[in-house]
Each structure stands twice: as structure tokens, then as C-alpha cells.
């Protein structure tokens, strides 16, 4: 793919770049950098990286500022609903940027959850590359533009509220199991720690989230269960 092809989508999202290379690592997943030893550009695990604390930054300051009568509770809980793998992955795909992702020939087939954390990774590393090439101010343009837009049909629905009591209500009515949690994983220094937490029905991991605290990851695993089993409408 070529770099008229990326300003294509930097048409798309109405954003232009000074160094288009970043938009193209944006979409480079590693496993293309292994099966490709000769690409001159790098995979997008570092601008995920970046593009993740932005997007909390963003997000953040933009419920701040728009509910500031809300308790630091319901702004948490808000939040959480808006940032996991399928509202980002929903905001990638309606950018249509399966079209553009590089992948292994192994990863482009795959089309199932391992393709939502695909998708919701490199929207993380759009805004990575959009921070590093015009500022946040541009990258808050795109996260407003592509994201913010769902929290208000969130709080009408009320998929904020606390996921974890919701998805077991709905557990517990539908398949008679309270629901488990079980952290998979934990990484970074004692006072920044991220977890990966999995909720399970009996033996069945339904999903994933992640966050800062065991709490936040075990919020946001239950929101996507409730997505997951079609149980949020």
C-alpha cells in the first residue's frame, strides 16, 4: 500500500499530515513488520501507546468539562463505557480502516475478536500519529469527531451504569451463572499498573477489558460481555 493511498484516509478523516509515514505505521501491525524484514517503516505498538494516553486525556477532559455536575463515580463509569475494544473497533470500522490495515497473510484472515482488538489498537495509534504530527488540539478534533459523538446515546440508554451488576442481572436471568473474574494479566511499574482482566460464564471467557485498576478492567470486561452476548440494548 502506498503513501497516496494513506492520504486517501487522511482525506477521509479530514486531517492532514506533514509526514504521512506516521499515518502508514498508524496501520502497520507487527505481524506484517515479521513477515515483511524489508519494510522501512515500523509496527504501531509505540503510537498505540501514545494514541491510549491521549484518548484517556481526551475523553477525560471532555467529560470534565461538559458534566460538571457529575461525581468523579459517574464520569469514571461514563468514560469506561466510551474507551473499550468494541466502541473503539465500531469507530475504526465505520472509518473503514480494515481497508487499510497491513497485516501478516496469517492476521488478515482473522475476522473474529483477535480483528477487534486489531482495530481498536490502531485507532489508538491514529491518534498517536495525528498527536505526534499536529498537536493534541488535532487529535482531540478526531477523537470529538469519531468517537465523543456516542456518549450521549450512552447515557440515554444507560450503558453506563455499572456494567458488572448489569451483566450479572443478565447472566444470572439468562444462563442461571454468576459471572467470574479473573486477571490475565498485569503489566507495568507498581504505580502505574495495567490490568487485563477476563469475565467468565462457568468456563467460557465471554471477554476481556483493560484499565488501571482491577476494577476499571473488571467494568470494562463486563461491558463488552454485555455487547459480546447482545445483552446492552
Known amino acids: 500500500m502506498t503513501d497516496p ?23 502497520t501491525h507487527r505481524s506484517y513488520i515479521n513477515e515483511h524484514r524489508d519494510a522501512e517503516a515500523d509496527h504501531n505498538e509505540r503510537l498505540e501507546f501514545l494514541g491510549d494516553a491521549v ?4 475523553v477525560t477532559d471532555y467529560l470534565y468539562k461538559t458534566y460538571p455536575n457529575k461525581p468523579e463515580g459517574e464520569l469514571t463509569a ?5 474507551v473499550n475494544t468494541i466502541s473503539l473497533s465500531e469507530a475504526a470500522a465505520e472509518l473503514s480502516v480494515n481497508d487499510y490495515l ?13 480483528r477487534q482488538y486489531i482495530l481498536a489498537n490502531t485507532f ?7 498527536y505526534l504530527d499536529s498537536g493534541y488540539d488535532q487529535a482531540f478534533n478526531f477523537i470529538e469527531s469519531n468517537l465523543l459523538y456516542k456518549m450521549s446515546d450512552i447515557i440515554a440508554r444507560n450503558l453506563w ?4 451488576s448489569f451483566f450479572q442481572e443478565k447472566a444470572q436471568e439468562f ?12 503489566t507495568g511499574p507498581d504505580h502505574n499498573k495495567k490490568f487485563r482482566v477476563g469475565v467468565y460464564l462457568d468456563k467460557e471467557l465471554v471477554a476481556e477489558g483493560e484499565g488501571h485498576s482491577k476494577q476499571e478492567a473488571e467494568q ?6 454485555l455487547a459480546t452476548k447482545g445483552w446492552d440494548k
Open 175 to 186: 444462563t442461571s451463572i454468576t459471572p467470574s473474574y479473573e486477571v490475565l494479566n498485569e
Open 161 to 164: 451504569q455499572d456494567a458488572k
Open 102 to 114: 497491513l497485516l501478516s497473510r496469517g492476521e488478515a484472515k482473522d475476522t473474529g475478536r483477535a
Open 5 to 27: 493511498e494513506f492520504k486517501k484516509f487522511s482525506d477521509i478523516i479530514k486531517t492532514p499530515f506533514n509526514d504521512i509515514s506516521l499515518l502508514r505505521q498508524a496501520f
Open 124 to 130: 489508538e495509534a491514529i491518534i498517536g500519529a495525528i
Open 220 to 225: 470494562k470486561a463486563a461491558q463488552l460481555a
Open 78 to 82: 461514563f468514560r469506561a463505557s466510551l
Open 55 to 58: 484518548l484517556e486525556l481526551a
